[in-house]
């Protein structure tokens, strides 16, 4: 055997090896995109939003869970899970009743829908998110400050719908007690 089989095996090796995990990171690449997507739509959705639904895709395939009140929020967690991309939804959600109650009791209790507590830099971190993902507010440049449950909105939108869109977002957000809406239209 010359010096350079051995060589070139061990390149084979690693390039196969290589090309066989890429597309198991793609397609978990792709399912995580997925999931921030439908996550976006059932946190601002009017219909489901108050409620723990949890999402997780594998293989293009979502799975839903946790409570809701009624079989209609419940079918609408489905529908809002069929985004492109995904080729089956598997809904577990369960319809509880008490669904309604068990989220007034932990509102009382300064918790979110999921339990956690309720805290300015949790607030903060939630206004963030939600309008990082919202493709309405792309280009923008927004600052969210919270002080005492009160979100402060700093920096530029493309239009006045944007500027709207930004306080809508934090106002639907758990724990917020009122938006200052300080952004400037830029017209980018």
Do not use: C, F
């Not at 949790?122 to 507010?137: A, F, G, N």
């Amino acid at each position: 055997m010359s010096p350079g089989i051995p060589r070139t095996l061990l390149v084979a090796l690693v390039v196969t090896a290589t090309s066989l995990s890429l597309p198991a990171v793609a397609q978990a690449q792709a399912d995580d995109d997925l999931e921030d997507r439908i996550e976006y739509r059932l946190d601002t959705s009017t219909v489901v939003d108050k409620y723990d639904v949890k999402v997780s895709v594998k293989g293009g395939v979502a799975t839903l869970s946790g409570d809701v009140a009624t079989e209609a929020q419940k079918a609408d967690a489905a529908r809002l899970a069929q985004v492109t991309g995904i080729t089956a939804v598997e809904n577990q959600i369960t319809v509880k009743k008490d669904a309604d109650q068990t989220l007034a009791d932990r509102t009382k209790k300064g918790l979110n829908k999921s339990g956690e507590a309720i805290t300015d830099a949790w607030i903060t971190t939630k206004v963030k998110w939600r309008i990082v993902q919202d493709d309405d507010l792309d280009g923008s440049d927004i600052s969210v400050d919270t002080k005492d449950h009160v979100v402060t909105l700093t920096g530029s939108v493309k239009n006045a719908a944007g500027k709207a869109r930004a306080s809508s977002l934090a106002k639907r957000t758990d724990g917020v007690k009122d938006v200052v809406n300080q952004l400037t239209i830029s017209g980018m």
